[in-house]
T-cell receptor, first 120, second 113 residues
Framework: ETGVTQSPTHLIKTRGQQVTLRCSSQSGHNTVSWYQQALGQGPQFIFQ???????GRGNFPPRFSGLQFPNYSSELNVNALELDDSALYLCASSSPKGASGRADGANVLTFGAGSRLTVL | QQQVKQSPQSLIVQKGGISIINCAYENTAFDYFPWYQQFPGKGPALLIA?????SEKKEGRFTISFNKSAKQFSLHIMDSQPGDSATYFCAASKGNNFNKFYFGSGTKLNVKP
């Protein structure tokens, strides 16, 4: 079990640029979610991908987009970067609903360590 | 609008003491309430979770107390240890959006030796 890996770990961009963040999901997990964690705040749900399609979105503008690939890895793309986009971007993967093996039947998110984006 | 409100923002506890972190929610459709622990440079990791059909869940030194009528839940860390020093997040989700979690703003816990 390799866990969730994200790249790059840190990056610096300037306002107006575009960024792509990458995520490899944990083995056996077919759903990927992306969260934005601003400094000193809790993670905020951006969107999730299941079967290569967006399947649920939070309150983020369309310039936040993503992809999921057949191997369940995922990308988060952010266009026209703004200063407020500076944050830690977390990827989380999970097993199919109901297949977590937990007695309470709930899904467990396995988070990566994140990509720290700074927009200047 | 913040769906889950968490307090305190920071907490200092002596080794061996009890750490208590509180959360409140508004949406009665929430049916799953996990707590996540995050160490610096790491992603959050699931610590313990509860569903609203029980009032308490205990796993080792960690206990969740749940008050459905008050729409509040709390994390108790018994016999707190320096290794427990981390940021703790409460969260909530609804069954039909099983990966969409609403997180609290976090509590930074510092356990003094």
């Amino acid at each position: 079990e390799t866990g969730v890996t994200q790249s790059p770990t840190h990056l610096i961009k300037t306002r107006g640029q575009q960024v792509t963040l990458r995520c490899s999901s944990q083995s056996g997990h077919n759903t990927v979610s992306w969260y934005q964690q601003a400094l000193g705040q809790g993670p905020q749900f951006i969107f999730q991908y299941y079967r290569e399609e967006e399947n649920g979105r939070g309150n983020f503008p369309p310039r936040f987009s993503g992809l999921q690939f057949p191997n369940y890895s995922s990308e988060l793309n952010v266009n026209a970067l703004e200063l407020d986009d500076s944050a830690l971007y977390l990827c989380a993967s999970s097993s199919p609903k109901g297949a977590s093996g937990r007695a309470d039947g709930a899904n467990v998110l396995t988070f990566g360590a994140g990509s720290r984006l700074t927009v200047l | 609008q913040q769906q889950v409100k968490q307090s305190p923002q920071s907490l200092i506890v002596q080794k061996g003491g009890i750490s208590i972190i509180n959360c409140a929610y508004e949406n009665t459709a929430f049916d799953y309430f996990p707590w996540y622990q995050q160490f610096p440079g790491k992603g959050p990791a699931l610590l313990i979770a509860i569903r609203p059909d029980v009032s308490e869940k205990k796993e080792g030194r960690f206990t969740i107390s749940f008050n459905k009528s008050a729409k509040q839940f709390s994390l108790h860390i018994m016999d707190s240890q320096p290794g427990d020093s981390a940021t703790y997040f409460c969260a909530a989700s609804k069954g039909n959006n099983f990966n969409k979690f609403y997180f609290g703003s976090g509590t930074k816990l510092n356990v003094k030796p």
